[in-house]
T-cell receptor, first 118, second 117 residues
């Protein structure tokens, strides 16, 4: 079954509104989650590393005030796109490192959230 | 910094043909992982394989096989007897292990495979 879920799977919003995307690890506790963005016909680009209980680490060129990340619990990280504009339209994917005894370290990706800003 | 290069942007093959997707990577770490993912039109990434840097054995899984060569920093993926369902974008990826045990994954630009019936 799925290890990582995302909600919503797709969202359409008007320019200027804020959109919150949730990423949940379903079967385990994740101290670290990652957020990726994928523009049409392009590769996945890491946006930020979400750390439970502390501030996220953003990749170069990603505006932290634009993309707010909150990792309030070991099973939930949220990405809020503030004052979204059409150029923020993209496919947002989260991933989780699972590091437990007997399972080794594995990377699991969520199903993605397609954001369309009108 | 790590980098993954997939030189083939798009490939078209006729069904039942074999096809090889190339992947070349760069990293300064001695410990790292290499992946292949399939992304069908639905968008969800499908994990295909993970290989650590210390295991150079080639792997075969059904019609899929992977050739890992550290000497050339390559991790190529071959689909034998391709099928229409194999049509998708395939990503090669590299991850390095950071302190605390977590991995950061860098993706290649992807190769779009179209299998023509």
């Amino acid at each position: 079954g799925a290890v990582v879920s995302q909600h919503p799977s797709w969202v359409i919003c008007k320019s200027g509104t804020s959109v919150k995307i949730e990423c949940r690890s379903l079967d385990f506790q994740a101290t670290t989650m990652f957020w990726y963005r994928q523009f049409p016909k392009q590769s996945l680009m890491l946006m930020a590393t979400s750390n439970e209980g502390s501030k996220a680490t953003y990749e170069q060129g990603v505006e932290k005030d634009k993309f707010l990340i909150n990792h309030a619990s070991l099973t939930l990280s949220t990405l809020t796109v503030t004052s979204a504009h059409p150029e923020d339209s993209s496919f947002y994917i989260c991933s989780v490192n699972m590091w437990t005894s007997g399972r080794r370290d594995e990377q699991f990706f969520g199903p993605g959230t397609r954001l369309t800003v009108l | 910094a790590q980098k993954v290069t997939q030189a083939q942007t798009e490939i078209s093959v006729v069904e039942k043909e074999d096809v090889t997707l190339d992947c070349v990577y760069e990293t300064r770490d001695t410990t790292y992982y290499l992946f292949w993912y399939k992304q069908p039109p639905s968008g969800e990434l499908v994990f295909l394989i993970r290989r650590n840097s210390f295991d150079e054995q080639n792997e075969i899984s059904g019609r899929y096989s992977w050739n890992f060569q550290k000497s050339t920093s390559s991790f190529n993926f071959t689909i034998t007897a391709s099928q229409v369902v194999d049509s998708a974008v395939y990503f090669c990826a590299l991850s390095e292990v950071y302190s605390g045990g977590y991995q950061k994954v860098t993706f290649g630009t992807g190769t779009k495979l179209q299998v023509i019936p």
